[in-house]
């Protein structure tokens, strides 16, 4: 069983940055592919980027690339997402998730998920 906490959340004007840690307990962290998710209201819950347990492979979602970067320490048993040039479209709670194996992009791919943090961008 893992245990997946997220912190970092907050209010940031756009344009602005932010960055979101997951720490994990339980389990071998080392096994997980590690995604992020998010989810605003009224919306499904969408792919933000995932990262392969040893850090080599990473993915990420359309609406993110070239803004967002998923990084991990398997030390610390975190995985980060940094956001920079923030957009109100990002609004949203965001997840962590964790899943045995390769690198996915859908919800239903993932085993076991946080509680999530709410971001907020203000235009």
């Known amino acids: 069983q893992v245990q997946l906490v997220e912190s970092g959340g907050g209010l940031v004007q756009a344009g602005g940055s932010l960055r979101l840690s997951c720490a994990a307990s339980g389990g071998t962290f080392s096994s997980y592919a590690m995604g992020w998710f998010r989810q605003a209201p009224g919306k499904e819950r969408e792919f933000v980027g995932a990262?392969?347990?040893?850090?080599?492979?990473?993915r990420y979602g359309d609406s993110v690339k070239g803004r967002f970067t998923i990084s991990r320490d398997n030390a610390k048993k975190s995985v980060y997402l940094q956001m920079n040039s923030l957009k109100p479209e990002d609004t949203a709670v965001y997840y962590c998730?964790?899943?045995?194996?390769?690198?996915?992009?859908?919800?239903?791919?993932?085993?076991?998920w946080g509680q999530g943090t709410q971001v907020t961008v203000s235009s």
């Open positions: 998730a964790a899943r045995r194996g390769s690198v996915r992009t859908s919800v239903g791919e993932y085993t076991y």
């Open positions: 990262i392969y347990w040893s850090g080599s492979i990473t």
